[in-house]
């Protein structure tokens, strides 16, 4: 019999027994410990093999509140620095506006930046230019700065694929058994930029 549904998993009545007996098993383990420990038992796995930690966690803390286990105190509070994070600083590029047509910007080199000593740049042309500023990418993510002529002249992002949309569910056509395979091979573009005056190029041309 299904008591509660996390994630996509159904946990059963024997699931819940299961895990207060772990959780009694190891009265002085933290609660990541237990997660590690459960994802385990159960070979709950990401696709490319990881535990499934994180959302294992979220399960448990679920079930607490609803009154079915008692988990252990929390021994450890992590330090989030996205928390109280700085808004990125301008970073000086050359402003002269680029008046050509697009075939004279070749070729355009697609740099990634993501955990490079460039991100920053990234970071700070999208704060400075994006009507919707610089926000953090949610999950995994990637970074790519477009040059041509030496000069950032766009800034493109791609990330994790968020669980549930329903236009984007409904237009592929899948099913929840087919969203649930096959999410982890689709991508979100949470920000794309070309740059205004300082790095673009005449629009007027790109038919010419």
Same mark, same amino acid.
């Given at each position: ?69 008692? #988990?252990?105190?929390? =021994?450890? /509070? +992590? !330090?989030?620095?996205?928390?109280? *994070?700085?808004?990125?600083?301008? $970073? ?63 800034? #493109?992002?791609?990330? =994790?694929? /968020? +669980? !549930?949309?329903?236009?984007?569910? *409904?237009?592929?056509?899948?099913? $929840? ?32």
């Amino acid at each position: 019999m299904i008591e509660f549904r996390y994630r996509g998993r159904e946990i059963s009545r024997e699931d819940i027994l299961y895990i207060r007996a772990l959780i009694e098993r190891h009265p002085q383990e933290s609660r990541r410990t237990l997660s590690t420990k459960l994802c385990e038992a159960w070979q709950w796995r990401q696709a490319n093999g990881a535990l499934r930690d994180m959302v294992c966690r979220g399960m448990l803390l679920m079930l607490e509140r609803a009154g079915q286990i008692e #988990l252990p105190p929390v =021994s450890y /509070v +992590r !330090h989030n620095p996205l928390a109280n *994070r700085a808004r990125p600083e301008p $970073v000086r590029i050359d402003t002269t506006p680029i008046q050509d047509r697009l075939r004279n910007l070749q070729p355009l080199e697609f740099e990634l930046v993501r955990r490079t000593g460039k991100e920053p740049l990234w970071n700070s042309l999208l704060e400075e230019h994006h009507y919707l500023g610089y926000e953090q990418p949610p999950g995994e993510h990637l970074k790519y700065l477009v040059w041509g002529q030496g000069r950032p002249v766009a800034c #493109l992002a791609w990330s =994790s694929a /968020v +669980r !549930h949309l329903r236009s984007r569910d *409904r237009y592929i056509g899948w099913s $929840v058994e087919a969203r649930r395979r096959n999410l982890r091979f689709i991508a979100y573009n949470p920000r794309f930029l070309i740059l205004p005056k300082a790095a673009t190029f005449c629009y007027t041309s790109l038919n010419n």
